[in-house]
C-alpha cells in the first residue's frame, strides 16, 4: 500500500473528498477496500500520490505586494521548498490566470492590504475575480498568509488575507492550514517563519510518503541563481542614462518609472536638528546628452503620491563590497566586471537583472536592499557561514522567537552589522548573495504640490531619516538619505501611483485634515487647490496639525496666510516637546478632544477626514481620539462609536497616510 501511494495512485483521484474514478488495473490491487477507506487516505490531508511527482504539480507560491514585504516572503518560501525537495513556482498575481488553480494544484497565497484596506496593485485582477467567479475549485490544496498592521489599521486588518482565505474555501478549496494574520506592528517576520515551517512540514510529509519532517534548519542553501563572467568592465556612473533605460528600466523599476529632473530644493527646517525638505522636479519631458529622460507629459492629481526608486548609502555598498570580494584588500576590479545573472523558471524573479550584465558594485547600489532587517531564515544562513562555532550557536538562536525579536528587531540589528559582530563570517559567494538579499523597494512619497498652481511641477516633502539604534549603532533612512543629497539638475527614478486622498466632490462638504510633521505634505496640496479653485468661495477646511517645536512648523508663513484669507477656517497647532510662550507642550490628539463638540458637528454634516503622520503612534492616537469624540459627543457606547468610526471608513471618509 505504501508503494501504491508513492507511484500507481498517480491520477487516481482528482478530489480530495471524494473518489472520482478508480482504473480497472487498481480495482484488482485495492480489492475490496471500501470507497469510504479509499476517502480516508485523502480526506485530511492530499495523498502522496498528487504530491510526488511535484514537477507535475508544484507548488505554486503567488503573491500580492505593494511595498515588497510579500515578494520577498514568497522567494524566501521558494528558497526553503526546494531546499526541501519540494518544486515550486512563485507566480506574481499580476499574471494569475484561472488555469493556475486545477485539481491537484498545491497553492500557497501571500496577500498585503494597502490603502484603505484595499488589494494591492498586482492583486487587485486576481481578488476582483476570486470575488465573482464560480469556478469550482475541489482538488486545490491551500494555504493563506495575511500580511497586515493591526495597530495602525485595526479595522481593516488583514482584510484582503481574510476576503482571500474565505472565497477559496467557499469555492470548494482544501485548506490545510488556518489562515495566519501577520502583523507588522508585532513581529511579522517570525510569525510568516513558523508559518513557513508547518506549510513546509506538510509538503515535505507529502512529498517523502511519511509523517516525519524537518523544520528549516541553519545550513547553507543552495543558491537559486547562476553567474556568467563576461568580460566587459565598466564604471558606476549614476549621472548617465544609459544604464537607466538599458539596465533598470527594464529589468528592475516598473513600466511607468521616469526620469524627472530636479528643479529646486529647500530646507523647511533649517533651526531644527532633525531637517526637513522639499524637492521639486519638473514634468515635462527632457533630455539629457540626446536621451530622453522620459516619453511623454506625467500628469498627476492632488492627492497623489511620487513613487521613488532610491540608491544604497555609499558606506554601505562599500562595506558589502569587502565580503563579496574574496582574496583581495581591493575591490575595484571585482567591482566593475559585470557578470550575467540568470535564474531558471519561466517567469523567475530576482532582486537583481536577470540576463543582462551588471556589475556587483552596480547590483548592491541600485538593486538589494542593504539596510533592511534580516529575515529568520537570513539569520540562519548567516549563521551556517560563520567558521567560529560558537558564533554560530550564538547566531543562530537569534533566528527564533522571542530572541529574534530581542536582538533582530528591537535592537535593529542589520546584515552588515551581523557581519561585523559575527567576523567569523569571512566571504560570502555572490550567487548565495544575490539569492538571499531582498530587493530595494521604491519608497512613497505624498505629493505636496497641487496641479492647478504648480503645472510643470511635482513636489515633495520629507524629514531626513537619521538616529541611533539601542545598540548605539547609527543609521541614515535609505531613501531619505538618498533624497536629500541630491543636487539640482539631477534626476530621480520615479512615477506617480493614485492614493485614495481625493477631496469631496461636493465643495460644501466640511474637510478635517490632521498632519504631523512631514505629514503636513499633502494638507499644503489641498490648501493650494482650495486657494486656487475656490479662493472666492473656500471648501471649509479645518487643520489640526502636529509638532515637536517651533523649529519643526513647516510651511509656517503660508499656513498662517491661508488661514488669515479663509482657506483654512480653523486652524490648531500643538507642540509636543517645547510650547511657544505661553503654552503648554500638548499632543494633536489632546487638540482634537478638546475641541470635540465642533468635529462632531461637522463629522454630522458628512465631512471628510484626511490624516497623514507617523504609523506607530501618530494614526492609533488620532483614530482613538476620534472614537472618543463620537462616544462623548454623540452620546454612545463605545461599541456604538467604533461602529460609527467603522462605517464612516467604508464610506471613505476617514483616510490615512502612515508610514514611518
Not at 135 to 157: A, I, M, P, Q, Y
Not at 436 to 455: D, F, G
Request: hydrophobic share 35%; aromatic share 8%; glycine share 6%.
Amino acid at each position: 500500500k505504501q508503494q501504491i501511494g508513492k507511484t500507481m495512485l498517480r491520477g487516481v483521484f482528482v478530489s480530495c473528498r471524494r473518489v472520482v474514478a478508480v482504473e480497472p488495473w487498481c480495482r484488482e490491487i485495492l480489492g475490496t477496500v471500501s470507497p469510504a477507506a479509499l476517502c480516508s487516505l485523502t480526506c485530511m490531508k492530499r495523498t502522496a500520490m498528487t504530491h510526488a511527482v511535484t514537477t507535475d504539480s508544484p507548488l505554486k507560491i503567488f503573491y500580492g505586494s505593494q511595498t515588497g514585504t510579500a515578494q520577498m516572503f514568497a522567494e524566501e518560501l521558494s528558497m526553503e521548498a526546494q531546499g526541501a525537495g519540494v518544486a515550486c513556482e512563485v507566480v506574481d498575481l499580476r499574471k494569475f490566470d484561472e488555469n493556475m488553480l486545477t485539481p491537484g494544484t498545491s497553492a500557497a497565497f501571500l496577500v498585503a492590504c494597502y490603502g484603505m484596506g484595499e488589494p494591492t496593485d498586482n492583486a487587485r485582477k486576481f481578488y476582483d475575480w476570486l470575488v465573482d467567479t464560480d469556478k469550482n475549485l475541489d482538488g486545490v490544496d491551500f494555504s493563506v498568509f495575511g500580511l497586515g498592521n493591526g495597530r495602525t489599521h485595526s479595522e481593516r486588518f488583514n482584510v484582503v488575507g481574510i476576503k482571500v482565505d474565505e472565497r477559496l474555501g467557499e469555492l470548494g478549496g482544501n485548506r490545510i492550514m488556518p489562515l495566519v494574520k501577520g502583523d507588522d506592528s508585532d513581529c511579522i517576520e517570525i510569525q510568516f517563519d513558523d508559518w513557513q515551517k508547518e506549510l513546509l512540514k506538510l509538503a515535505s510529509k507529502f512529498l517523502e510518503g511519511d509523517s516525519t519532517a524537518s523544520p528549516p534548519s541553519s545550513k547553507i542553501p543552495q543558491a537559486n541563481v547562476t553567474l556568467e563572467t563576461t568580460t566587459i568592465k565598466r564604471a558606476l556612473s549614476t549621472s548617465s542614462t544609459d544604464f537607466f533605460f538599458n539596465v533598470l528600466h527594464p529589468h528592475v523599476y516598473t513600466k511607468e518609472t521616469q526620469l524627472l529632473k530636479i528643479i529646486a530644493k529647500k530646507e523647511l527646517s533649517p533651526n531644527s536638528d532633525r531637517k526637513t525638505q522639499e524637492i521639486l522636479v519638473t514634468v515635462e519631458p527632457e533630455n539629457d546628452g540626446g536621451a530622453a529622460t522620459h516619453v511623454q507629459r506625467i500628469s498627476y492629481i492632488t492627492g497623489d503620491h511620487l513613487v521613488v526608486y532610491p540608491n544604497n548609502i555609499e558606506s554601505s555598498v562599500d562595506a558589502f563590497m569587502k565580503f563579496l570580494h574574496e582574496g583581495s584588500s581591493s575591490a575595484s576590479d571585482f567591482a566593475d566586471t559585470a557578470v550575467i545573472v540568470n535564474k531558471p523558471g519561466q517567469g523567475a524573479t530576482s532582486s537583481v537583472p536577470l540576463g543582462v550584465p551588471i556589475t556587483p558594485r552596480e547590483m548592491l547600489t541600485y538593486c538589494i536592499d542593504l539596510q533592511s532587517l534580516p529575515s529568520p531564515k537570513l539569520v540562519r544562513t548567516l549563521s551556517a557561514l560563520c567558521t567560529n562555532p560558537n558564533q554560530a550557536e550564538v547566531l543562530s538562536s537569534f533566528s527564533e522567537g522571542d530572541i529574534y525579536k530581542k536582538e533582530i528587531q528591537h535592537n535593529s540589528r542589520n546584515v552588515i552589522q551581523i557581519l561585523d559582530e559575527f567576523d567569523s563570517i569571512k566571504h560570502i559567494p555572490l550567487d548565495l548573495f544575490v539569492s538571499i538579499m531582498p530587493p530595494l523597494q521604491p519608497r512613497y512619497y505624498s505629493i505636496s504640490t497641487s496641479p492647478l498652481c504648480h503645472e510643470n511641477e511635482i513636489g515633495v516633502s520629507f524629514r531626513v531619516l537619521e538616529y541611533d539604534t539601542t545598540l548605539n549603532v547609527h543609521r541614515d533612512g535609505v531613501c531619505t538619505h538618498f533624497l536629500s543629497h541630491q543636487k539640482v539638475g539631477s534626476y530621480l527614478p520615479s512615477y506617480i501611483w493614485s492614493s485614495d486622498f481625493k477631496l469631496p466632490k461636493k465643495t460644501e462638504t466640511p474637510v478635517i485634515m490632521i498632519a504631523g510633521g512631514s505629514g503636513i505634505a499633502p494638507m499644503k496640496a489641498f490648501m493650494e487647490e482650495n486657494n486656487t479653485a475656490h479662493h472666492d468661495d473656500p471648501r471649509p477646511f479645518t487643520l489640526f496639525y502636529g509638532v515637536r517645536d517651533q523649529t519643526e512648523y513647516v510651511y509656517e508663513d503660508l499656513i498662517k496666510q491661508f488661514h488669515a484669507e479663509g482657506i483654512i477656517k480653523n486652524l490648531f497647532v500643538s507642540y509636543s516637546a517645547i510650547a511657544p510662550e505661553g503654552e503648554t507642550p500638548r499632543f494633536l490628539n489632546v487638540d482634537i478632544l478638546d475641541h470635540g463638540e465642533m468635529v462632531w458637528k461637522q463629522l454630522e454634516q458628512g465631512a471628510y477626514i484626511y490624516v497623514c503622520g507617523g504609523s506607530s503612534g501618530f494614526g492609533p492616537a488620532v483614530s482613538n481620539a476620534f472614537k472618543e469624540v463620537i462616544s462623548t459627543h454623540g452620546n454612545m457606547t463605545k461599541e456604538e462609536a467604533n461602529t460609527y468610526f467603522k462605517n464612516i471608513m467604508q464610506a471613505r471618509r476617514y483616510l490615512e497616510d502612515l508610514s514611518d
